[in-house]
């Protein structure tokens, strides 16, 4: 076998035989098979030199593969291996296995970062008194915050909207699992209860310098376990939160479309529970709203100022025209404005309704369009004004034509 591998001809043929990939999932199990028959044989010399033709589905694959994948030294010492012995997948690296271990770590990770353990409390509502009694039985599994691996925590209650009634728990030291077992009384109306959220912030008491907070829970429904008439325990998953989540209020108005015209209305009917910017504990609301179109602020009109409410009933339309064939192109920012006589106005809140919105300001929108010349009304919540956002719409206002309308959209260019 050594004289026939010395053969001039046959170490020529080898040599462009090997270079063929042995990862090809192309290469017939036949020509393998003629290698060996050529080395024994001595016939039929004239072999194929160059890699067989794969299909046309691997070929942009194949444009990937780097060129070192030909063997450039071999041992010509040893047979070829046969067919049954060819490379498998045993030993190729499979991408989606660890992108799905390292998806997996994420999540665990995450979910590990947002779990701030769990609270126990009760409620109860004592009709002769008209109070909302409140007991802070325990928490258990809290994280650990300070360096000792332990916790100094203590839990702040509200009876949301009203933030100035504030009541807390007595410090626990170094526990993650505290038993606080107190009472709190909030005077409130039965009526008003199903208006009524409950919001329990938990912290980790720090002497020399500023409280960490661990987590929230908010009850939007008081009456979720039962009616109050008995005392009822309840359990909660502390949700992980860096501060507290603070009330602004809501808004309704309506909104209603006529194509025909190419006429917006908004009625801003009136707002609730809007956030005190007052020393005096309220503040002089009024509402603004601003017609965007491609991110650029077009026109703004507002309503009138209430004075020292929370509660504000306005009752005003606001009117902008609006082609149809621009509607898709427009969205409208309301923010509801604290009115300052020496200072700068402030922004308690604001939505915003179109076709790019999000949640609710996107729905109400559609809904719109789907029942033109029909008035649509629904509450909305205020959020904060996000700093991107605020810097996108206060910029100069685009120029506008006498209708306040949105100008058309530019052709396109003639080539």
Known sequence: MADKLKDPSTLGFLEAAVKISHTSPDIPAEVQMSVREHIVRHTRLQRQTTEPTSSTRHTSFKRHLPRQMHVSSVDYGHELPPAAEQPTSIGRIKPELYKQKSVDGDDAKSEAAKSCGKINFSLRYDYETETLIVRILKAFDLPAKDFCGSSDPYVKIYLLPDRKCKQQTRVHRKTLNPTFDEHFHFPVPYEELADRKLHLSVFDFDRFSRHDMIGEVILDNLFEASDLSRETSIWKDIQYATSESVDLGEIMFSLCYLPTAGRLTLTVIKCR????????????????????????????????????????????????????ENMDQVSLLISVMDYDRVGHNEIIGVCRVGINAEGLGRDHWNEMLAYPRKPIAHWHSLVEVKKSFKEQWQGRAASFDSESSCPSPKPPPTP
């Open 273 to 324: 529970n809007l956030k005190a910017m007052d020393i005096t504990g309220y503040s002089d609301p009024y509402v603004k709203v601003s017609l965007l179109c491609d991110g650029r602020r077009l026109k703004k009109k507002k309503t009138t100022i209430k004075k020292n409410t929370l509660n504000p009933v306005y009752n005003e339309a606001i009117i902008f025209d609006i082609p149809p």
